[in-house]
């Protein structure tokens, strides 16, 4: 008799799962629900951030904000709290990690890095990406650098996520064969809006602040001439 351990979907097989509980929602429902929501909160930020007169690329920057930080906060949030109970538990939340398992079943075992990671942007970051939209928002002189540092931390945080799960060799996804999807569509393409957004807005903080050093010090030398 095949050992119940083994009837989950994830990788490695051999992982023992005793407490695993079937999602009872779709893969297309889980997907559709959660994607709906992100785009009716970077639906409701762009256009508030419109009101406010910004930019075409202020207004993006406060969106990305908005989303990352409803992400950190209540889905990463969630996962930092509950890390011990989604696989037995089909809270929707529970279902988009299980989903999601399907690329990495690190979130599903409690992995030291995983939990770790994740509560830390969950409960740092999260709060930081609020800060840095509001900043924009209300055209902060603080913005530019924490725009940076937030997305630097991204950046970071995205890069430790790969390499940490590749130098391993990828022994908690599959790359290969029909489940392959899961690994490139949710780990690989997911994860990758990750290095390139926040590289992008790290090289249009860091140019900004260059700029405004320049400004400071040719009034700085203006001064002095006088």
């Excluded at 890069?159 to 599959?174: K, N, S």
Aim: with cysteine; proline share 4%; hydrophobic share 45%.
């Amino acid at each position: 008799m095949v050992s119940q351990e083994l009837h989950h979907p994830y990788f490695p097989r051999s992982l023992k799962l005793p407490n695993y509980v079937p999602n009872t929602l779709t893969a297309p429902e889980i997907l559709t629900i959660f994607g709906g929501a992100v785009a009716l909160v970077g639906t409701l930020a762009f256009f508030a951030a419109s009101r406010g007169r910004h930019s075409v690329t202020c207004r993006l920057a406060i969106t990305w904000f908005v989303i990352c930080g409803c992400i950190h906060l209540v889905l990463e949030g969630y996962f930092a709290i509950f890390y011990n109970v989604i696989i037995a538990d089909n809270h929707f939340l529970s279902q988009v990690w299980k989903e999601y398992g399907k690329a990495d079943s690190r979130y599903l075992i409690a992995d030291t890095f995983t939990v770790t990671m994740e509560s830390l942007t969950a409960f740092i970051e999260g709060p930081a990406c609020v800060w840095v939209a509001v900043a924009h928002a209300r055209r902060g002189r603080e913005r530019h650098a924490l725009q940076l540092l937030v997305s630097a931390w991204q950046l970071y945080g995205t890069v430790l996520y790969f390499a940490t799960e590749a130098f391993d060799g990828w022994p908690h996804a599959h790359a290969g064969g029909r489940e392959s999807v899961y690994f490139w569509t949710y780990l690989v393409a997911i994860n990758a809006v990750w290095l390139l957004v926040p590289s992008l807005l790290i090289a249009q903080a860091w140019r900004r602040l260059c700029d405004a050093q320049c400004d400071h010090d040719a009034r700085s030398d203006g001064w002095k001439k006088q």
